[in-house]
């Protein structure tokens, strides 16, 4: 997404019957879809400010997270119904990062190191939610028990669009489904929960070295996405009055 030189002096929200209108001086900003750009929280309205603030004499949308997301809630540009969402995030679930394991004969540093890190986090999520999620060695083919899917579905039933939203963003930036639960639970910090997802490439680093312009470059934009996907789940919990 192109940026484009800052083109507004104040950044405000205003909140009228408990939802909160993002403006720019004063005018509501429009989503890409031309909708008013509103939240349903009072910290997530000061988030976003915080947000459009921070942009200095240019803005950068491709760095602005919550903003995106905000847009993503509203205009909900692919059409899709909550079961739908629901269906779409819980696929991760079948190629979870911690689900798909180096066999041993072919590196058994890596396969100990997957088995010390990971396992624990695997075993602490199937007792948290009372499910049996499998890992597995093949590629391709792994399927999770139909009653851990059915489990996940009515977990995330329970969830409003803007958590759902925020908690997909999550995921998919790890592309795994069961570490940001680990991080919102506090389970893991967002540090770790980066580590984790980068196990191999970790290894790699300690091996070949790290290549800075690279690996640290990705790694930042990685826990960018994290922190703003699993800020947003959580500045929109408590919400009563938009579903």
């Not at 192109?2 to 429009?30: A, H």
């Not at 890190?117 to 590629?139: A, G």
Request: with cysteine; net charge neutral; charged share 25%.
């Amino acid at each position: 997404m192109r940026t484009k030189p800052r083109f507004y002096e104040s950044v405000s929200y205003k909140e009228i019957e408990g939802v909160f209108y993002i403006q720019l001086d004063g005018k509501t900003i429009k989503t890409p879809l031309k909708n008013q750009l509103y939240v349903p929280t009072k910290h997530l309205a000061m988030a976003v400010v915080s947000e459009w603030s921070s942009q200095r004499s240019t803005v950068k949308p491709n760095q602005m997270h919550l903003t995106a997301l905000c847009n993503t809630c509203i205009d909900n540009p692919g059409r899709m119904s909550k079961d739908e969402v629901i269906e779409s995030t819980l696929a991760y679930l079948h190629s979870d990062t911690l689900c798909l394991r180096i066999p041993s004969e072919e590196s058994e540093v890596m396969s100990t190191l997957q088995q010390q890190k990971w396992n624990p986090v695997l075993d602490w999520f199937n007792k948290r939610f009372e499910v049996d999620v499998q890992w597995s060695t093949e590629l391709f083919g792994l399927e999770q028990p139909k009653h851990t899917i059915l489990k996940m579905s009515h977990v995330l039933s329970g969830l409003n669009k803007w958590q759902l939203t925020g908690l997909r963003f999550s995921i998919e930036s790890l592309k795994s489904f069961i570490i940001p639960f680990a991080v919102i639970e506090k389970r893991l910090s967002l540090d770790d929960a980066i580590f984790l997802s980068r196990l191999e490439i970790q290894l790699q680093m300690e091996k070949w070295g790290n290549i800075e312009w690279y690996h640290e470059t990705e790694h930042a934009h990685q826990l960018a996405v994290l922190s703003a996907g699993i800020l947003f789940y959580k500045l929109c919990s408590d919400i009563k009055h938009i579903t």
